[in-house]
T-cell receptor, first 113, second 115 residues
Framework: AQSVTQLGSHVSVSEGALVLLRCNYS??????LFWYVQYPNQGLQLLLK??????LVKGINGFEAEFKKSETSFHLTKPSAHMSDAAEYFCAVSPQGAQKLVFGQGTRLTINP | SAVISQKPSRDICQRGTSLTIQCQVD?????MFWYRQQPGQSLTLIATANQGSEATYESGFVIDKFPISRPNLTFSTLTVSNMSPEDSSIYLCSVEEGLARETQYFGPGTRLLVL
């Protein structure tokens, strides 16, 4: 069965600093990979996804993620944090050809002024 | 992406009662999904709903507790039956899109508190 591990349930960075949220997955074959963001009292919004092709994926709000097969990782980064980035971030995977999503435990991102 | 709405957005219910949550999509979709997000936790898939057939439930979820309807390609309901405080959660529906139907987009969620 596939699983997703997000390292760090809470990450705190200063405004303007680099954001790095870590995600590792376990799968016998490369799955589809996703990052979602959940702002307080809202549903999930898709930030970006990797299916095939270029391993560096750019998403909304300046976020990007790189699929590294050798490391089974899909870490999320943003060069400069903004106060509006404060939210819960979820990494998710699904086997290719299947629609079922498996979510990580989430990382709460706090931005310090 | 599809626009998804849910009703109610939140509710407070008494134990032993049932609540039906509605999910409406602005376009026709084949598959709809229902997730539960318990307080401070991640999302867990409850079931997959395909129009015209019985929903497929994940391990740990049963139809008697979470009956689902899917009467057409734009609408689904999830009922939380005989509620207990442990059912207090956010319930989210999602739909699949993309060339390979690989991406799920989520509704705003229904926040349920059971007293």
């Amino acid at each position: 069965a596939q699983s997703v591990t997000q390292l760090g349930s809470h990450v705190s960075v200063s405004e303007g600093a680099l954001v790095l949220l870590r995600c590792n997955y376990s799968s016998s074959v490369p799955p589809y990979l996703f990052w979602y963001v959940q702002y307080p009292n809202q549903g999930l919004q898709l930030l970006l996804k990797y299916t095939t092709g270029a391993t560096l994926v750019k998403g909304i709000n300046g976020f990007e993620a790189e699929f590294k097969k050798s490391e089974t990782s899909f870490h999320l980064t943003k060069p400069s944090a903004h106060m509006s980035d404060a939210a819960e971030y979820f990494c998710a995977v699904s086997p290719q050809g299947a629609q079922k999503l498996v979510f990580g435990q989430g990382t709460r991102l706090t931005i310090n002024p | 992406s599809a626009v998804i709405s849910q009703k109610p957005s939140r509710d407070i219910c008494q134990r032993g009662t049932s609540l039906t949550i509605q999910c409406q999509v602005d376009s026709q979709v084949t598959m709809m999904f229902w997730y539960r997000q318990q307080p401070g936790q991640s999302l867990t898939l409850i079931a997959t709903a395909n129009q015209g057939s019985e929903a497929t439930y994940e391990s740990g979820f049963v139809i008697d507790k979470f009956p689902i309807s899917r009467p057409n390609l734009t609408f689904s309901t999830l009922t939380v039956s005989n509620m207990s405080p442990e059912d207090s959660s956010i319930y989210l529906c999602s739909v699949e899109e993309g060339l390979a139907r690989e991406t799920q987009y989520f509704g705003p969620g229904t926040r349920l508190l059971v007293l």
